[in-house]
């Protein structure tokens, strides 16, 4: 009876063992799960608290935007603003302006630059016109937006960055988007497979 007693008393300690060790898991799992599964940032902790304590909250960077486009490319692009202010760790929204001032459709594609370079690693962009090749009908405007994020950590001698970008005209995308109208305009092919 003792032995049982025995094993039973070390069954209750490794039960009491294994809670007390999941239990102290359950914070770094969470913080996986939210950062990688639903792609949410959790602050640090005491470190955060600290920061805010200090005034994080208070420090203010000022976002310059300039756009411009290639020779080649018949389009008129423009940032909507030319400067914001704004805060560490938040997410922020800003538009530029595009219109096709040629004859037909055009393919373009944005390219982005950060100044100074070293602020980049601190600049997240999480939507961008500049993600994806921009189709333009002849006479087309719209609002290209882009939602940014600056990074907390970024430098404190960095007050201000200068979100710039360039718009190509994408050749191998307006061609096959050229010869697809010239195809549709020439009206339906003569198949040999079609019925008569």
Known sequence: MSTSRHAGIVKLVGVALAAFAFTFALVPLYRIACEKVFGVRLAKGPAAATDKEQGGDARWVTIEFDGGVNSKLPWAFQPEQLHLRVHPGQLYEAKYFARNNGDHAIVGNAVPS???????????????????AQTLQPGESRDMPVRFIVDPALPADVTTITLSYAFYKNDALTAQLDARAAHSAAGPSTSPLAAP
């Open 114 to 132: 950060l100044a100074p370079a070293r602020a980049s690693g601190y600049f997240s962009k999480t939507e961008c016109f500049c993600f994806t």
